[in-house]
């Protein structure tokens, strides 16, 4: 193996959309969200996946991600866009028949204005202050002439179930679509999807649960990074290891030179807590994380494998990111591209 190797069970993602899929009631309709290239683990291959598992309504961050999309799921499929609509995206929009999220009156006014009465949708703001019309915005807009075919917020605490922010929103958001049509309505992502039926409402828009992430802790296991060890050498008792010369060997160590760095999303926040694994063995990163390289201290194995592992059984996205400091949504759609992409299943 001359590159880290990243295998992709898509069999898992369409297995994890049908679990998500299953919490919810037979009258419920469940997306998927499938921005930033499928949160990096590239549309072209996933979305297919998804809608052959049954998935019928996906969601981007913003219209340029739905061309490719569009490419591979067909004509027939709804494709919202959370990021709404500006003059810019006309073009787009109508090539790929996209429904903007509408986030605001000027968008409102601007998407009237150039498509009339085609389908949209309409994000309301009950309380992530972040996107989306707030109360006194829906009061005061003529949302007259407009085919909206989804009415959706997001929760900011949903991977926290206790949280009070929760049913606070989920008020706000019963307030705000009261006179709106009920089987028009969506609120949970995610964790909403988990949290419990009265979140649902008409749709579910689960996301990076589809790929092995936290909150779905029941999810199928998704990908496993594999990184080829470059060289060996052996590493005396007093000498430093890497850039900086922070990490001195305690003991004599052998220390394999891994293919990978930064550039390839493995974060220098990585430090020396990064964990490596052979047949369930932990080998530990020493020195820092370097653009291109990283070394590990495989004095405990028997023999010098031809790659370790770094994501797989022994270790997951939210796993590693909590080294960092960081969530698995970061890991995730940091994986870079140089690796060479292996997709199974599908």
Same mark, same amino acid.
Not at 114 to 122: E, I, K, Q, S, Y
Not at 258 to 268: E, M, P, W
Not at 276 to 282: K, S, V
């Given at each position: %193996?001359?590159?880290?190797? @990243?295998?992709?069970?898509?069999?898992?993602?369409?297995?994890?959309?049908?679990?998500?899929n299953?919490?919810?009631?037979? /009258?419920?309709?469940?997306?998927?969200?499938?921005?930033? /290239?499928?949160?990096g683990?590239?549309?072209?291959?996933?979305?297919? *996946?998804l809608?052959?598992?049954?998935?019928?309504?996906?969601?981007?961050?913003?219209?340029?991600?739905?061309?490719? =999309?569009?490419?591979?799921? $067909?004509p027939?499929?709804?494709?919202?866009?959370?990021? #709404?609509?500006?003059?810019?995206?006309?073009?787009?929009?109508?090539?790929?028949?996209?429904?903007?999220?509408?986030?605001?009156?000027?968008?409102?006014?601007?998407?009237?204005?150039?498509?009339?009465?085609?389908?949209? #949708?309409?994000?309301?703001?009950t309380?992530?202050?972040?996107?989306? =019309?707030?109360?006194?915005?829906?009061?005061?807009?003529?949302?007259?002439?407009?085919?909206?075919?989804?009415?959706?917020? +997001?929760?900011?605490?949903?991977?926290?179930?206790?949280?009070?922010?929760?049913?606070?929103?989920?008020s706000?958001?019963?307030? %705000?679509?009261?006179?709106?049509?009920?089987?028009?309505?969506?609120?949970?992502?995610?964790?909403?999807?988990?949290? &419990?039926?009265?979140? +649902?409402?008409?749709?579910? !828009?689960?996301?990076?649960? @589809?790929?092995?992430?936290?909150?779905?802790? !029941?999810?199928?296991?998704?990908?496993?990074l594999?990184?080829?060890? @470059?060289?060996? !050498?052996?590493?005396? *008792?007093?000498?430093?290891?890497?850039? $900086?010369?922070?990490?001195?060997?305690?003991?004599?160590?052998?220390i394999?030179?891994?293919?990978?760095?930064?550039?390839? &999303?493995?974060?220098?926040?990585?430090?020396?807590? %990064?964990?490596?694994?052979?047949? +369930?063995?932990?080998?530990?990163? *020493?020195g820092?994380?370097?653009? /291109? @390289?990283?070394?590990?201290?495989?004095?405990?194995?028997?023999?010098?494998?031809?790659?370790?592992?770094?994501?797989?059984?022994?270790?997951?996205?939210?796993?590693?990111?909590? *080294?960092?400091?960081?969530?698995?949504?970061?890991?995730?759609?940091? =994986?870079?591209?140089?690796?060479?992409?292996?997709?199974n299943?599908?």
């Amino acid at each position: %193996m001359s590159a880290p190797r @990243l295998t992709i069970e898509l069999d898992a993602i369409a297995g994890n959309w049908r679990a998500l899929n299953a919490l919810s009631a037979s /009258d419920v309709q469940t997306g998927a969200v499938v921005k930033a /290239d499928a949160y990096g683990l590239g549309v072209e291959k996933v979305a297919p *996946v998804l809608q052959a598992a049954g998935a019928q309504v996906f969601f981007v961050a913003m219209a340029s991600e739905a061309v490719p =999309l569009r490419e591979v799921i $067909g004509p027939d499929p709804e494709i919202y866009v959370f990021a #709404g609509y500006t003059p810019g995206d006309a073009e787009v929009v109508a090539q790929t028949r996209l429904r903007p999220l509408l986030n605001s009156p000027e968008q409102i006014s601007a998407f009237r204005a150039a498509f009339g009465a085609a389908p949209c #949708g309409l994000q309301l703001d009950t309380g992530m202050n972040r996107l989306g =019309l707030e109360p006194q915005d829906l009061s005061a807009v003529d949302l007259g002439g407009l085919d909206t075919r989804l009415f959706m917020s +997001h929760l900011a605490c949903a991977n926290t179930p206790d949280h009070p922010q929760n049913a606070a929103q989920l008020s706000n958001f019963r307030q %705000m679509t009261a006179g709106f049509p009920q089987d028009r309505l969506s609120l949970a992502a995610t964790g909403g999807t988990i949290i &419990g039926p009265k979140y +649902h409402f008409a749709m579910t !828009r689960p996301g990076v649960g @589809l790929f092995g992430g936290q909150p779905f802790d !029941r999810a199928q296991p998704v990908l496993q990074l594999d990184i080829p060890i @470059l060289q060996t !050498r052996d590493v005396a *008792v007093g000498e430093s290891v890497g850039y $900086g010369a922070a990490w001195v060997a305690k003991r004599p160590s052998r220390i394999a030179t891994l293919s990978a760095g930064y550039a390839d &999303g493995l974060f220098r926040a990585l430090g020396t807590g %990064m964990t490596f694994y052979h047949n +369930h063995t932990p080998c530990p990163s *020493v020195g820092p994380v370097s653009m /291109d @390289l990283i070394t590990v201290d495989i004095t405990d194995l028997d023999a010098c494998p031809d790659s370790l592992s770094l994501l797989g059984p022994d270790q997951d996205i939210d796993s590693l990111a909590a *080294v960092a400091g960081t969530i698995g949504y970061e890991v995730l759609t940091a =994986l870079g591209t140089r690796y060479n992409r292996v997709y199974n299943g599908g």
